[in-house]
T-cell receptor
Framework: EAGVTQFPSHSVIEKGQTVTLRCDPISGHDNLYWYRRVMGKEIKFLLHFVKESKQDESGMPNNRFLAERTGGTYSTLKVQPAELEDSGVYFC??????????????FGPGTRLTVT | DQQVKQNSPSLSVQEGRISILNCDYTNSMFDYFLWYKKYPAEGPTFLISISSIKDKNEDGRFTVFLNKSAKHLSLHIVPSQPGDSAVYFCAATLVKNTDKLIFGTGTRLQVFP
């Protein structure tokens, strides 16, 4: 079974440009999450999808960030326009409905975003 | 305001010895705690978890202890192996209300021969 995949693995863009990150969850997982880790700090929650609906977007930093999950499969996270403080590693995670039986979220390898 | 804290950024342990990683939290409402392990260039992988109604959970070489009165949990690895060298993240959540995991800053464990 394929794990959570993320594309690209690394992106370097200039301040003011737009970047779109993609996440493909584990097949059959209705729950999809985005997290971000800024250098040396904690991994912070951004938002949670259940299928195509946003369940919780309390962690989204501002309106420059837009997440979508059309059709309830893969998700994209767009940053427009990018700022220097957006640099970090963006992780996607997924879990199946009923995940609270073991409370495990499966993480992808992350996308390292560098804004210069 | 950081609700989950890992005050030791790094820990070095000899192979075969016990590794003890610590985590403190401030929100007494947290009802579930998890430990994740992360290798370079990979995402965090789930290691072990514990409900707030328990004070200990064991899985092979890994044991998590929870002290609710002190708002403290620890992960014990016995015996430590070189393959355990990684960054360990403590996380907490309120399972009744949210799926959101709140992470600490991580502790880098190095196990040397």
């Amino acid at each position: 079974e394929a794990g959570v995949t993320q594309f690209p693995s690394h992106s370097v863009i200039e301040k003011g440009q737009t970047v779109t990150l993609r996440c493909d969850p584990i097949s059959g997982h209705d729950n999809l999450y985005w997290y971000r880790r800024v250098m040396g700090k904690e991994i912070k929650f951004l938002l949670h999808f259940v299928k195509e609906s946003k369940q919780d977007e309390s962690g989204m930093p501002n309106n420059r960030f837009l997440a979508e999950r059309t059709g309830g499969t893969y998700s994209t996270l767009k940053v427009q326009p990018a700022e220097l403080e957006d640099s970090g590693v963006y992780f996607c995670a997924s879990s199946q409905e009923g995940w609270r039986r073991n409370y495990e979220q499966y993480f992808g390898p992350g996308t390292r975003l560098t804004v210069t | 305001d950081q609700q989950v804290k890992q005050n030791s950024p790094s820990l070095s342990v000899q192979e075969g010895r016990i590794s003890i990683l610590n985590c403190d939290y401030t929100n007494s409402m947290f009802d579930y705690f998890l430990w994740y392990k992360k290798y370079p260039a990979e995402g965090p992988t789930f290691l072990i978890s514990i409900s707030s109604i328990k004070d200990k959970n064991e899985d092979g070489r890994f044991t998590v202890f929870l002290n609710k009165s002190a708002k403290h949990l620890s992960l014990h690895i016995v015996p430590s192996q070189p393959g355990d060298s990684a960054v360990y993240f403590c996380a907490a959540t309120l399972v009744k209300n949210t799926d959101k995991l709140i992470f600490g800053t991580g502790t880098r464990l190095q196990v040397f021969p």
